[in-house]
């Protein structure tokens, strides 16, 4: 079983910049792909990016990229989202998660398709 436990939310000005870390313990995921999903206040968990357990495909929400930059170290067995530009409307509660199956082709989107969850960490982005 892969725990996931995310870090480095906070609160930031708008335009400023954070780096979330989500490391991983129990198993390696150096060939599970992984993603990154936010909540925010009354709205459903939505897709944000998503990195291939090969490091060699990533994928955005149309509303981050360019902003944001997903990576991962599997030596470490920790996947990155690095947040530049922030806004408001990036205010949420993000979370890491694993894909249900190892070494799949696809970056998938949805929440189904993954299987492992960290608890989020929060992150606030102030006007």
């Known amino acids: 079983q892969v725990q996931l436990v995310e870090s480095g939310g906070g609160l930031v000005q708008a335009g400023g910049s954070l780096r979330l870390s989500c490391a991983a313990s129990?198993?390696?995921?150096?060939?599970?792909?992984m993603g990154w999903f936010r909540q925010a206040p009354g709205k459903e968990r939505e897709f944000v990016a998503a990195?291939?357990?090969?490091?060699?495909?990533?994928k955005y929400a149309d509303s981050v990229k360019g902003r944001f930059t997903i990576s991962r170290d599997n030596a470490k067995n920790t996947v990155y989202l690095q947040m530049n530009s922030l806004k408001p409307e990036d205010t949420a509660i993000y979370y890491c998660?694993?894909?249900?199956?190892?070494?799949?082709?696809?970056?998938?989107?949805?929440?189904?398709?993954?299987?492992?969850w960290g608890q989020g960490t929060q992150v606030t982005v102030s006007s």
């Open positions: 129990g198993r390696t995921i150096s060939r599970y792909n």
């Open positions: 990195i291939s357990w090969s490091t060699t495909s990533t």
């Open positions: 998660a694993g894909d249900r199956e190892y070494t799949r082709a696809y970056l998938y989107t949805r929440e189904m398709d993954y299987d492992y």
